[in-house]
C-alpha cells in the first residue's frame, strides 16, 4: 500500500534523528566515512539511548563503551537486563547501525555518556553481527508501522573512530580530551523543536475534521419544527472545537518561531558560541511539552465532538491521536522536560533578576518583576482593570502570572530548605510549583508569539480574524486557568465573569469564518485521510463506500458462522 505521508515510519528514526547526530557530532572524516553512505540509505541507522531499565535519567544509563589501548578498540557491553537497549525506532528489523549512546571507560576512568556509532547487521545479508543480539520489542498501543526495538551487545568491538568526535575526544593511549561544554553530547534539542511544529500540524488536522464535519451533520431541534441545525450552531460544540482552531494556529506560529530560534542558536553553537544554549534547551524543552500535553487533549476533544462517526477508522481521528501521543513521553518525558525548563532556567534567571541582572530572551520579564517588587505596591492591591478586547494588556496579564508562578516555586524551594531539607528535597517537594511556573512561562510566550505575529500581517480582514482568534486563546486560557490568576491578583470574581461572556461573544463572530478557517491551513484530503474532513463535504456516501470496503463484508457469509455458530447452534 502506498506509504502514507504523515504516518510513522521505520526510517523515521534514521532521518529525523541518525542523520542529525552525524550532522551536529561526527568529524569531518566521520561524515564522509558514515554520513554519505547513511544519506544513500546504504547505512540505515536508529537513535539507541534509551534502555529497558532507564529512559529519563540519562547518567542512570548503564550500557559501557570501555577503550582497549592495545587495539585500539571500544568494547560497547550491556552489563545487566536492565541495560539493554530498548524502545528505539527502527532498531527491531530495520536498521544496520546504531548511534549507541553509552558510559565511557578508559585508562580507569567513568567519563559519562558519549555517541558510539556501532554496526548491528551484515550490510550484504542483514543477519545480526556477532555480539549483536538484536529484534523487535512486540505490539504497542500504536506506531505497529514501527520496528522499535531491542539491542544487547555482547563484548562488541569498535574501532577507535567509531566514537563521534566532534567534541569529546579520546586519543590513541586513551587520553581523555573534554569538550567545550559538556552539554554538547545531550543532543535531543532538534527533535524537541522538530515536535513543536507536529503538535501545530496535529491540530490543524483535527480541527479541519471536526469543523468540516460539524458543518455538514444535522442533529437535533433548535428551533420545534424547523430543520435539524447544523451541530456547528450549537455554543457547546463551538467551544470545544474553536479554542482548539485557535490553538491550531497559536501552535503554528510557534512551531515557526521554533523551528527560526534552533537554526540560529545552532549556527552560533557551529560557530563556537554556545551562550544561548541554555534557553534553547529550556525553550525546545518547555515548548514541546506545553504543545504535546495541550494537543493531545485536543485530539479527544475534535474526536468526540464528532460522536460515533469519529470513533471510527474512517474519521482518521483515532489513528492521529495514537501517532501523536507519544510526544508526550519520547523525546523527553513531558513533567521531566517541564521540571527542566524551571529548575534548570527560570528559577536561575529568577535569582539572577532577584539581585538586580538584566535578563534577555524569554525570561527577561523577570527582570521587571524584579524591580517592580522593589517599588512600593498600589494601596488599592487590587487587580488592574482588565480589557477583553486589547490583546497587548492579555499578554501582559500571561507575563505577570508567569512571573508570579516563577516567584511562587523559587520561595517554596527556599522554605523548604528554611524548614531543614536538603538541596534535593527541597526541590523535589516543590515540583508541582515548578511544573507550574514552567506550563505558565510558556502560555505567555505561546500567547506573546501569537499577538506578536499579528503585527505582520498586512491584510486588515485575515489580521481582524486572526485578532479575534488570539483574543479567544487569551481569554481561554484565563478561563481555565483563572485560579492562577485570581490567587495572583490579577484577576477578580467579577472580571472572571466578564471573560466568560466575552468568549461567548468570540465563538458567535467565529462562526461565519470556521470552516474557511480550517481551509486555510489547506490540508488536502490524502493527507487528512478522513472521510468526515472531505474537502466535498460528501461524507455519507463515502462512509458507506468506506465500510462496503472493510475486509468483513469481502463475503455476505462470514466464514465464521459456519465455524463457529453453526456448530454451537447443534450443541445447543
Ligand atoms: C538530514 C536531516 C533530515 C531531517 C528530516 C526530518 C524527518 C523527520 C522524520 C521523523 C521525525 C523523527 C521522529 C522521532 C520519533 C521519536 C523518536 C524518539 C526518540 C527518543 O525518545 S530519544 C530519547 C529521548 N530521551 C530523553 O530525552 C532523555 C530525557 N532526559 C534528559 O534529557 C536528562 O536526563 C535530563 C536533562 C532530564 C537530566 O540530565 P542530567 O541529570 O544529566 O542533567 P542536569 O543535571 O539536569 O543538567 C545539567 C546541565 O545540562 C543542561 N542540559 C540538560 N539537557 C540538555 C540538552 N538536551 N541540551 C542542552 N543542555 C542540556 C542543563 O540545563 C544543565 O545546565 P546547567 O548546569 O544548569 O547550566
Ligand atoms: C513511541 C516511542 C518511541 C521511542 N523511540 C525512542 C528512540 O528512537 N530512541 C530512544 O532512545 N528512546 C526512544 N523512546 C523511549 C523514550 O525516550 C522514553 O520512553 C522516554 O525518555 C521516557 O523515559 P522512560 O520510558 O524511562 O520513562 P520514566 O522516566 O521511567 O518515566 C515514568 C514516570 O516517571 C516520572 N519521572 C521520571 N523521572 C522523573 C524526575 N526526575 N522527576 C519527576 N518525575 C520523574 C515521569 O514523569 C513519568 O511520569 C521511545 C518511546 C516511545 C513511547
Known amino acids: 500500500s502506498c506509504v502514507h505521508p504523515d504516518r510513522p515510519e521505520p526510517l523515521d528514526l534514521h532521518l529525523g534523528m541518525f542523520l542529525p547526530t552525524l550532522l551536529n557530532q561526527a568529524t569531518p572524516e566521520q561524515m564522509e566515512r558514515f554520513f ?4 544513500n540509505l546504504r547505512i540505515i541507522g536508529t537513535y539507541a539511548q534509551t534502555e529497558m531499565g532507564h529512559g529519563t535519567h540519562l547518567r542512570g544509563l548503564e550500557t559501557t563503551a570501555t577503550f582497549d589501548p592495545s587495539t585500539q578498540e571500544f568494547v560497547l557491553h550491556s552489563p545487566t537486563i536492565s541495560s539493554i537497549k530498548w524502545w528505539p525506532g527502527g532498531l527491531g528489523k530495520t536498521s544496520n547501525h546504531a548511534i549507541v549512546l553509552a558510559q565511557l571507560h578508559t ?29 523487535d520489542i512486540g505490539p504497542k498501543f500504536g506506531f505497529s508501522e514501527v520496528d522499535n526495538g531491542f539491542l544487547k551487545l555482547e563484548h562488541v568491538r569498535i574501532p577507535l573512530d567509531n566514537m563521534l568526535m566532534k567534541f569529546a575526544k579520546v586519543e590513541p593511549d586513551g587520553t581523555y580530551v573534554k569538550p567545550p561544554s559538556a552539554k554538547l553530547t545531550y543532543g535531543m534539542v532538534f527533535i524537541r523543536s522538530m515536535i513543536v511544529g507536529q503538535s501545530a500540524l496535529a491540530l490543524a488536522k483535527s480541527c479541519t475534521i471536526a469543523i468540516r464535519y460539524s458543518a455538514v451533520r444535522h442533529q437535533s431541534e433548535l428551533r420545534p419544527g424547523e430543520p435539524e441545525p447544523q451541530i456547528l450552531n450549537y455554543q457547546t460544540q463551538q467551544h470545544k472545537l474553536f479554542p482548539v482552531l485557535a490553538a491550531a494556529y497559536a501552535f503554528t506560529f510557534v512551531g515557526q518561531y521554533m523551528k527560526d530560534t534552533y537554526r540560529r542558536i545552532s549556527g552560533d553553537i557551529h560557530a563556537g558560541d554556545y551562550s544561548q544554549l541554555p534557553e534553547l534547551h529550556a525553550l525546545s524543552a518547555g515548548l514541546k511539552a506545553f504543545t504535546t500535553w495541550a494537543a493531545n487533549a485536543a485530539i479527544e476533544v475534535c474526536r468526540m465532538s464528532c460522536g460515533g462517526h469519529g470513533y471510527s477508522r474512517s474519521s482518521a481521528l483515532p489513528d492521529i491521536y495514537v501517532e501523536f501521543t507519544p510526544t508526550c513521553t519520547y523525546e523527553g518525558e513531558n513533567t521531566v522536560m517541564m521540571l527542566q525548563t524551571a529548575s534548570r532556567y527560570l528559577v536561575k534567571s529568577y535569582r539572577q533578576a532577584s539581585v538586580g541582572q538584566r535578563l534577555q530572551g524569554s525570561v527577561s520579564y523577570l527582570s521587571e518583576a524584579a524591580a517592580q517588587r522593589l517599588r512600593p505596591r498600589p494601596v488599592s492591591g487590587g487587580a488592574a482593570p482588565l480589557s477583553t478586547q486589547d490583546l497587548l494588556s492579555l499578554v501582559h496579564l500571561y507575563q505577570r502570572r508567569a512571573a508570579s508562578l516563577v516567584e511562587l516555586a523559587a520561595k517554596s524551594i527556599q522554605q523548604e530548605l528554611q524548614r531543614g531539607r536538603s538541596q534535593e528535597e527541597a526541590w523535589n517537594h516543590s515540583s508541582i510549583d515548578l511544573v ?101 463535504g460528501n461524507v455519507y456516501e463515502h462512509l458507506y463506500e468506506w465500510a462496503r470496503q472493510s475486509p468483513l463484508n469481502a463475503t455476505e457469509v462470514h466464514e465464521s458462522f459456519h465455524k463457529y455458530l453453526k456448530p454451537l447452534r447443534s450443541r445447543l
Open 36 to 39: 554519505t553512505p547513511a544519506w
Open 107 to 135: 585508562q580507569g576512568r567513568c567519563h559519562g555518556l558519549h555517541a558510539f556509532i556501532v554496526p548491528i547487521r551484515d550490510m550484504d545479508t542483514h543477519v545480526p553481527l556477532p555480539g549483536v543480539v538484536v529484534g
Open 436 to 536: 507550574r511556573a514552567s506550563d505558565a512561562h510558556c502560555h505567555f510566550v505561546v500567547v506573546k508569539l501569537f499577538v506578536d505575529k499579528l503585527e505582520q500581517v498586512d491584510d486588515a480582514a485575515v489580521k481582524a480574524v486572526l485578532s479575534t482568534l488570539a483574543l479567544l486563546y487569551a481569554l481561554k486560557g484565563l478561563a481555565d486557568n483563572s485560579g492562577d490568576f485570581l490567587q495572583a491578583g490579577l484577576l477578580t470574581v467579577p472580571q472572571a465573569t466578564r471573560v466568560s461572556a466575552r468568549i461567548k461573544e468570540l465563538l458567535e463572530e467565529l462562526r461565519p469564518d470556521a470552516v474557511a478557517l480550517v481551509d486555510a491551513f489547506d490540508l488536502n484530503d490524502r493527507k487528512l485521510n478522513s472521510v468526515l474532513g472531505r474537502y466535498d
